[in-house]
C-alpha cells in the first residue's frame, strides 16, 4: 500500500524531531523484540539520550515507516534526519566505529586484547572449524557482557588475536570487554559447551540448580542461604540450612562481607531474584537464586521437604 502524504509527514517529524531517533518494537525501558533490545544496548552505551518509537502502537506507523526508508525491518536507526539501518548495521557500525563517530561518542584508541583458550576449548573449536579458508572464529562482548563465539571473515578494524595455536577475530567495540577473558570446554550430559570467563563482567545474580547448591552446602567454606518467603510458607516446608529474610536475616545480611557467596531462595524462584537483585545493588558479588525455588530441591535433593 502506498505510503500516505499525512503518514509521511509524521514521520518526518518523528525522525526530524530529536538528533537521534530509534522506530523499534517496544521502548528503550522494555524492548518487545531481540533486534531491538540489541540496538538499545548499543545506544544506552553511546547516546547520553536518544527518542524511541513503537512502531506496534500504530499499525500505519509500523507499515509506514518500512515505506518511508524503503528497509523491510524493524528496528530502524536514524540520526540527525538520516537513516542509518537497521540491527544488523548497526552492530557493524558499532563494531568498527563508525556509529561512535556518526553518534559523536568516539572512544580512546583500543589494544588487542588477551585472550586465553584452554587446551580442550581448543580442540572443540578445531573440530568446530569450517573446512577451506577465510573464516575465523570471532569473539564478541555486547555493552551488556553477552558473549557470541561463531565463524566469520576478517572485518576492517578487527583484531586477530593468537592464542593457543588459534586465530580469534575480536571487533575494536569488544576489545577492552574482551581483555583478560578466558575461554574453556565443559563436558555436561547433554555434551557439553563453552564456558567463558570475563573478569571485566560486573556482579550479576548467577542462576544456581538445587543439586548445585546442595554440592556448595556440602562443600567446606561458607555459603550463606536466606530464605525470602514468610513464616504461613517456611512452617510449611523449609530447607534445613536456609535462614529466614526476617529482620535478624537482614541485620545478619548486613553485617557479610561484599564476598560472601549468598544464595536466595523462595517457593519457585522469582521472589528470591528480586532480593538476589537488590543484594547486588547493595555491592555483593557472589550472589545465586536457587532456580525453582524449594520445589526443585524438594523434587531434586530431599524429597522428604514437603511439596506445596
Known sequence: MP????VRAQIQDLVTAKPVVLFMKGNRQAPQCGFSAQVVQILDELAPSYETVNVLSDPSLRDGIKEFSSWPTIPQLYIKGQFVGGCDIVKEMYASGELQKLLGAESAPADPPRISVTAGAAKEIAKAAPAGEGELLRFSVSPKFENELYFDTRKEGDFVVDTSGLSLLVDRASAKRANGV????????SGGGFKIDNPN????V??????ELSRMLDAPGGVELFDVRPDVERNLAKIARARALDADGIERLAGLAKDTPIVFHCHHGMRSRAAAEEAIGR??????????GIAAWSEDVDSSVPRY
Open 3 to 6: 505510503l500516505s502524504e499525512p
Open 182 to 189: 578466558t575461554i574453556d570446554f565443559v563436558v555436561g550430559p
Open 201 to 204: 563482567e560486573p556482579p550479576r
Open 206 to 211: 548467577r542462576p544456581l540448580s538445587a543439586k
Open 283 to 292: 555491592g555483593f558479588t557472589r550472589v545465586y537464586n536457587l532456580e525453582g
